[in-house]
């Protein structure tokens, strides 16, 4: 079958010429490919001049660069063929009596050198004007790509790449089940915008609540592929989160839900809308309850390459978008996407997708949080708590890239990781009072994991010292413990997933590495000294997280939160398989030092202790401290009791 010549059908149309004429290309100004000759050598009266018409690449202006490749590809085939064909007829007479040499004019050997001077200038042209494509193709709109992912003019769509790429297990078909009622649907709505839109705002919510009451109602209006995928990706998000057990009916509902979301993928991520990067954000939400079936890291790369080619990571101008409404949902959606990518790339220890230096990009503004009245006359649910998390996943961003992605030039001394540490803690202490406390849970975790993942060893921190180490015993300890009792008690509040479980074990694994090193001294319960500082700079240690109550065994504490770290993963296998290597993971790095721990609490148990009844035997005064204030003393003032 002939193959379809790309200089005919071009795979990319774009609005703009790829290639200048010849005298605009030397003159470096801007020129419209008008044929047969452009608007300014029409102007300058050098209509004859232009090369647009006789240019290879103008005659195709619509013609991109792909296909520009494309045709040269052809031109090589047949060229190929040519010598394919001439090699196999010398092979037939290779048995036969050389032809005679013929004698070679000197005509005809300076008619050769010249053509093939003419040749070898003529590929020059050509590579120039190949370079010249490929500096303009840069600057192509990305809706020049749009076409190419059309259902009508290819097999192959955005959605079919994406699923493709990020699909680990298929999922299973849903011909026979049945959609939940609307009752049950609307419960669904209503906790994914209390624990999950609250967090991740990424889609007007009266457009989720108006698809709902269309799609039950079963209204002749049509409606959107992309409003189809918004409420069912909600719906099996929502489901998915109150899952407990694998196979459990909430898990098996998010899965049919989003098999039944994925007939409507081709048209809801299609590239250059808004809502393409919505629908990219609703999965890759979901791929992280569901990393069995999805992979998050590939679906939150392919989000973030959308967010760059929509242009969402850099702020219109003013001109450009006047709607503050509009301008806000755009920044929270850039900052939904913003937070995904941080968060998922910091807990993998890889690259961010972006760096902060590429984006320009403001906070949506504080009135654009609050609650407001919908079209029913109810109150929409706020989420103020975004902002609050996006301020977060900034200040993470600024010294993950500077710890983990920067040159690997050591730092002088531990200045930096404490400013960071005393940013993130006066964000906490700015936190307002009036959020629920699922939120401030999370936040408090978030906060934990940040101190230890910063003040943990890397390439570029200096050594830890004693109080470094003391600082991560007590903040994983602490967050250890609240996650047992998150894992354990079921309680609904934020967007916890198999990232969690990550969480979990690296904080265990940082907690187990600080007892090996001064396993002495943090079971002792002895505080060290800060490290030293500079007066110059002004920056102290960040404080130890105070404790409540008392007296404390740090041997008892260590145990206890080994034993239950073991247990939290453990409930976690039972809803992700990929938790069951991380518990015996942790039972191979922890298994050593939990043996020793609990050899120390033998021998103390062992020790003999003195009986009740038994006084202790009467201590002799010493006459060194009659009539001496021992207060007074303390305090500097040495001298008689009055």
Known sequence: MPRSSFSDHPLLRVSRPVSACSRCRSAKVKCDGKLPACTACEKAGRENECSAANDQFARGKERSYVAALELRIEKMERRLAFARSRKASLAQHASGPLPPIPQTDRKDSLANIQAAMYRKAARSRENSDVNSLMSDFGFLSVNATTRDFEPSTSNMTFARLVLAAATNDPLPRDNHWQM???????T????YMANIYSLYPAFSETALFNVLEQVYSMQDRMIKDSDYWLLYMVLAISSSAQSRVKNDQYYIDGLYLVSRAL???DRALMPGYTTQIQSLILLTQYSTLDPAHFDSWHLIGFTCRAVIDMGFHQDPPTEQLPDKSLLDMRRKTFYCVY??????????????????????????????????ASITGQYLSGCEPALLLFQLRRAQSHWYQHLSQSDSTPLPDATFIWQMCHQMQDWAERLPTHLPMGVRELFDLELRYSFVYCMSPSAKSPPLTDYDRLFIFEHALAYLEHMYDIAHSGRDGGLYSYYDALRVFFMANQFVAVV????????????????????ENGTLPPPLPRRMGGPFDNLERSLGCLERTARTLAKYGERWDDSVSLRRGFDIRSGPVIERLRMRRQMKHQQPSPPRNMQPPPMGRDMRWVGVDVEAMLRGNVGPRP
């Open 339 to 372: 937070s995904l990518d941080r968060s998922i790339s910091m807990v993998l220890t890889r690259a961010f997708s972006f760096t902060d230096a590429a984006a320009n990009v403001a906070f949506p503004r504080s009135s654009s949080f609050s609650r407001r």
């Open 180 to 186: 939940p009622s609307k009752q049950v649907a609307v």
């Open 516 to 535: 090996q090193d001064a396993e002495e001294l943090l079971l002792s319960g002895i505080v060290p000294p800060p490290p030293p500082y500079s007066l």
């Open 263 to 265: 007939r409507h993928a």
């Open 188 to 191: 669904l709505v209503q906790y």
